[in-house]
């Protein structure tokens, strides 16, 4: 259900202008929105930026459609400049208003389906090596519509737990299922998730080693089976392999475990058989949830687990293979989790566009730069 939202153009238009009035030629909205429309034409890097509006013969329109009151755009050192002191906070806010906005009204095909938000972190590999401060990044994903909901800066992988708090209190929680890895499986943050009344599917592997063990012994005790209270199972076939998925679930720990919120405990074991070489790997992962039985059983679980892959397959992977973001080398101030958001924003359009391919897409706007711009709200 499309329900008209209001356009990124007027989000952008918000942030406060950082820079002194003298001598300004260009509105900071109207070179973020530059931006935008450049890397959903294929643009990697601020250079390219620069050079996608140059030499075309409808630079007038565009340039008057994106807000510029001057008949050029910015200079490449304008646009370095601008997008390295840019207040990032402020911009990574409105980003995400706008995209709750749209997850709001974009509303699930069907009734009562769990809001899966998977939270991961990415290290932007180019500028860490160049020395950047803030080259790493801890995100919210939707699994449904595959925008980037909320994004927080922080100075190395090591301190992700200790940003998390700061990443929820920028999130709607309540309503939503919250997926992670084993690193963000912290007491601190399934406590916050079920203080702002959201849920959690957390795996459990050795950085817990109590729980981990409390669960594991549930699932391959001699009372095994008699704990084991539903199972789901799926069968996938693609890139060359044969995956089989079976997902057990229990709630028979509520009352030992001191988890916050625990309803459930599950145990997913992973096969994977190559086709060529008939070569068989198995995994076997513990997870514990706050999510009830009624709520959720052993297929939703399964498929709400799956989600968290979500943010690697839909949105890491595209940063890097597509957008370049791994090699990109920029360092100065704010420009890696500035150029970061923006490529962000740039998938998010193109999933609520509904574009199978994200290359596909880019093909179609640097053809059609007016739909680019249509998208944005220009």
Known sequence: MNITVRPLKQYLAEIAEFRKAKGLRHLLAAILCLCCVALLSGAQNPNAIAEWWTNRQDLGPILERLGFEHPYGPSKSTLYRVLSLVPLEALLSKVS??????????????TGQLEGIA?????????RRQGAAQ??????????????????????KTNEIGAMPDLLLDLVVEGRVFTMDALHTQRETAQTIVDGKGDYV???????????ADIALVFTGPDAPLFIEERAATLGKAH???????????????????????????????KTTLLKTQHVRAETVY?????????????ILLRTVRGQWSIENRSHW??????????SQVRKGHLP??????????????????????????????????????????
């Open 287 to 299: 997870g514990v949830t706050s999510l009830s039985p009624r709520r959720a059983g052993a297929a």
């Open 318 to 327: 595209v940063r890097d293979v597509t957008f370049g973001e791994d090699r």
């Open 202 to 212: 957390m795996i459990v592997k050795e950085n817990q080693p109590t729980l981990l």
């Open 119 to 127: 939270l991961d972190g990415k290290t932007l590999c180019g500028s």
């Open 97 to 110: 208003q706008w995209a709750e906005e749209n997850l709001s009204h974009w509303l699930p095909a069907i």
């Open 135 to 156: 080259a790493h990044l801890l995100s919210a994903f939707s699994h449904r519509l595959g925008l980037t909901l909320g994004q927080v800066a922080i100075d190395d």
């Open 337 to 378: 989790p500035v150029l970061a958001t923006l490529r962000n924003v740039a998938i998010g359009l193109i999933r609520l566009r509904r574009f199978r391919f994200v290359p596909h897409a880019l093909d179609y706007f640097a053809s059609h730069p007016f739909e680019a711009l249509a998208a944005i709200g220009c």
């Open 240 to 270: 060359g392999r044969i995956e089989v998925r079976t997902l057990q679930t229990c709630s028979a720990l509520n009352d030992f475990l001191t988890w916050p919120g625990v309803q459930q405990v599950f145990r997913l074991d992973r």
